[in-house]
């Protein structure tokens, strides 16, 4: 019996590590016009010092913040850009 409790205990411990550690999931969003329409440029994990991202062609980029990449994925569009985190509820 005591190993069934040591099992339970360390799968609690596991849970709560993964839970921790695990990434902010958000999704880059060009909007255009006024709410007219929008396309997921990218995906990207957010790390307690960068965020990694995946943009809608397959690059790849690297960054000190969600707000630097918004700004790049914008560059030279006449859009809008935000940020939507995967998991919280819509504002608005």
Same mark, same amino acid.
């Given at each position: 019996? *005591?190993? /069934?409790?040591?099992?339970?205990?360390?799968?609690?411990?596991?849970? $709560?590590? &993964?839970?921790?550690?695990?990434?902010? %999931?958000?999704?880059?969003?060009?909007?255009?016009?006024?709410?007219?329409? *929008?396309? /997921?440029?990218?995906?990207?994990?957010?790390?307690?010092?960068?965020? $990694?991202? &995946?943009?809608?062609?397959?690059?790849? %980029?690297?960054?000190?913040?969600?707000?630097?990449?918004?700004?790049?994925?914008?560059?030279?569009?006449?859009?809008?850009?935000?940020?939507?985190?995967?998991? $919280?509820?819509?504002?608005?």
């Amino acid at each position: 019996m *005591a190993s /069934v409790v040591w099992i339970n205990s360390y799968e609690k411990f596991v849970a $709560e590590l &993964v839970a921790q550690e695990r990434p902010g %999931l958000f999704a880059v969003l060009r909007e255009y016009g006024e709410r007219d329409d *929008a396309e /997921v440029a990218a995906w990207g994990l957010a790390w307690p010092d960068h965020v $990694e991202v &995946v943009l809608s062609g397959g690059a790849r %980029l690297r960054s000190s913040s969600t707000e630097r990449v918004a700004s790049l994925v914008g560059r030279g569009r006449n859009c809008g850009v935000r940020i939507v985190w995967v998991g $919280e509820e819509p504002t608005g």
